[in-house]
């Protein structure tokens, strides 16, 4: 089928493109509701002061009047491209990072890295209690040689965050949402002082839990319309708790107030929608929602990852923005790093990494051979392997399993 409409920047009009549609009503602008032709310079202009993108009919559009490097950004059905998805959310060209070294190299500084930010941000939290001002500038020392490991292999990171054993779900919580959100932000390409602030503002957006009343957070059952509105102004005093230290940038703040604003308008404490919510609160929501199911609570038991990821495409276009959830979803996997996984050989194993361009055949170790029987010497399997290869049937993942499937222990597998 040859596309139709393209969604094009107004920055890539040109002159002869025929207008179909507008990023906002009509009725907001001195444009004929039907459409029309570009046909002058001062039609450009114009259109640069009413929207960001417009919808271009290529049928109807003049011959040879829109580039190829436009129509290179779509696939045959009209559907962007993942870089041209990326730049509209983000608002800029993104920065391609590759992985600069092998997870078991990474994972050995890695582990360092870890116990630094995870010591820090434990001090953090005791001061918060104790009523002290928070020490944002240690924190963001301890953050930065995160992000920088993030950003040169996400898998090691991701990998430490699951297997590591925590007491308080609201430490484990904030020190994973963390590496989510720098993961996220690598794949979206944004530079490393933007990670460094979504690190922040991840450790940060729910540190006004810790002068709400413990029984309330730590209830087993359902809270009442007062204690959940009790919960909200969480919102109101990290903002506050926040905003009286040093170092404290926009975008920490702007994840603390919209973190669990949602894109069709129901959440709180503004009721912001869509893209009136800033960016890295919508990613901020995201990962919070993420870990949160996949989390033991008090009041909850977590759900297996792949199920998570189930329920976090069904809240696309709902809670969340569609773009940003197909995204993320790129970058935890089908089957993200930490999941048990059975093999179509009955063989079980864990996953340890992803394949960027092969999200259903990551990099795992195999636990349990074709009998359900612990191995005596674990070992990686690669399930890209042999995919090129004439004649055979690689292994493949036959279904996800639950967290202590087949009485797995996951400090069998920590290392």
């Given at each position: 089928?040859?596309?139709?409409?393209?969604?094009?920047?107004?920055?890539d009009?040109?002159?002869?493109?025929?207008?179909?549609?507008?990023?906002?009503?009509?009725l907001?602008?001195?444009?004929?509701?039907?459409?029309?032709?570009?046909?002058?310079?001062?039609?450009?202009?114009?259109?640069?002061?009413?929207?960001?993108?417009?919808?271009?009919?290529?049928?109807?559009?003049?011959?040879?009047?829109?580039?190829?490097?436009i129509?290179?950004?779509?696939?045959?059905?009209?559907?962007?491209?993942?870089?041209?998805?990326?730049?509209?959310?983000?608002?800029?060209a993104?920065?391609?990072?590759?992985?600069?070294?092998?997870?078991?190299?990474?994972?050995?500084?890695?582990?360092?890295?870890?116990?630094?930010?995870?010591?820090?941000?434990?001090?953090?939290?005791?001061?918060?209690?104790?009523d002290?001002?928070?020490?944002?500038p240690?924190?963001?020392?301890?953050?930065?040689?995160?992000?920088?490991?993030?950003?040169?292999?996400?898998?090691?990171?991701?990998?430490?965050?699951?297997?590591?054993?925590?007491?308080?779900?609201?430490?484990?919580?904030?020190?994973?949402?963390?590496v989510?959100?720098v993961?996220f932000?690598?794949?979206?390409?944004?530079?490393?002082?933007?990670?460094?602030?979504?690190?922040?503002?991840?450790?940060?957006?729910?540190?006004?839990?810790c002068?709400?009343?413990?029984?309330?957070?730590n209830?087993?059952?359902r809270?009442?319309?007062?204690?959940?509105?009790?919960?909200?102004q969480?919102?109101?005093?990290?903002?506050?708790?926040?905003?009286?230290?040093?170092?404290?940038?926009?975008?920490?703040?702007?994840?603390i107030?919209?973190?669990?604003?949602?894109?069709?308008?129901?959440g709180?404490?503004?009721?912001?929608?869509?893209e009136?919510?800033?960016?890295?609160?919508?990613?901020?929501?995201?990962?919070?929602?993420?870990?949160?199911?996949?989390?033991?609570?008090?009041?909850?038991r977590?759900?297996?990852?792949?199920?998570?990821?189930?329920?976090?495409?069904?809240?696309?276009?709902?809670?969340?923005?569609?773009?940003?959830?197909?995204?993320?979803?790129?970058?935890?996997?089908?089957?993200?790093?930490?999941?048990?996984?059975?093999?179509?050989?009955?063989?079980?194993?864990?996953?340890?990494?992803?394949?960027?361009?092969?999200?259903?055949?990551?990099?795992?170790?195999?636990?349990?051979?074709?009998?359900?029987?612990?191995?005596?010497?674990?070992?990686?399997?690669?399930?890209?392997?042999?995919?090129?290869?004439?004649?055979?049937?690689?292994?493949?993942?036959?279904?996800?399993?639950?967290p202590?499937?087949?009485?797995?222990?996951?400090?069998?597998?920590?290392?």
């Amino acid at each position: 089928m040859p596309i139709s409409v393209l969604k094009v920047r107004v920055d890539d009009l040109q002159l002869g493109m025929f207008v179909s549609s507008l990023d906002r009503p009509w009725l907001e602008t001195p444009y004929p509701i039907q459409g029309f032709r570009i046909l002058s310079e001062q039609d450009l202009r114009e259109l640069k002061r009413y929207c960001d993108y417009v919808y271009v009919d290529v049928q109807k559009s003049e011959d040879h009047s829109i580039p190829g490097h436009i129509l290179r950004e779509y696939d045959e059905c009209g559907r962007e491209s993942d870089a041209v998805q990326i730049r509209s959310l983000t608002g800029r060209a993104r920065i391609n990072y590759e992985k600069s070294k092998p997870r078991k190299e990474e994972l050995r500084s890695a582990r360092g890295h870890y116990q630094a930010v995870e010591s820090t941000y434990q001090t953090l939290l005791q001061d918060a209690e104790g009523d002290k001002q928070l020490k944002l500038p240690i924190l963001k020392r301890a953050i930065e040689p995160m992000v920088q490991s993030i950003t040169r292999n996400p898998d090691a990171f991701i990998w430490l965050a699951h297997l590591k054993s925590m007491d308080s779900y609201t430490y484990h919580h904030a020190l994973s949402c963390a590496v989510w959100a720098v993961a996220f932000g690598r794949h979206l390409g944004l530079p490393v002082n933007q990670l460094n602030s979504l690190a922040t503002g991840s450790f940060l957006f729910d540190i006004g839990k810790c002068r709400l009343p413990k029984e309330l957070l730590n209830n087993q059952r359902r809270l009442s319309i007062e204690e959940f509105e009790t919960v909200k102004q969480h919102v109101r005093i990290g903002l506050e708790m926040v905003k009286q230290t040093k170092g404290a940038d926009r975008m920490v703040l702007e994840m603390i107030r919209t973190h669990h604003e949602r894109h069709n308008g129901n959440g709180y404490p503004l009721g912001l929608s869509a893209e009136k919510i800033p960016l890295f609160g919508r990613i901020a929501g995201i990962v919070d929602a993420y870990d949160a199911i996949t989390s033991q609570r008090p009041f909850c038991r977590p759900l297996p990852a792949f199920e998570a990821i189930e329920q976090l495409y069904q809240w696309r276009g709902i809670d969340f923005q569609t773009e940003l959830v197909e995204q993320f979803i790129q970058v935890v996997g089908i089957y993200p790093v930490g999941s048990l996984v059975e093999l179509n050989n009955g063989s079980v194993g864990v996953v340890i990494g992803q394949n960027e361009h092969y999200r259903l055949r990551p990099l795992i170790m195999l636990l349990l051979d074709s009998d359900k029987q612990l191995l005596d010497e674990f070992h990686e399997l690669d399930l890209r392997a042999g995919l090129e290869s004439q004649g055979t049937t690689p292994p493949s993942i036959a279904r996800g399993l639950p967290p202590g499937a087949y009485e797995l222990d996951q400090s069998l597998y920590y290392f």
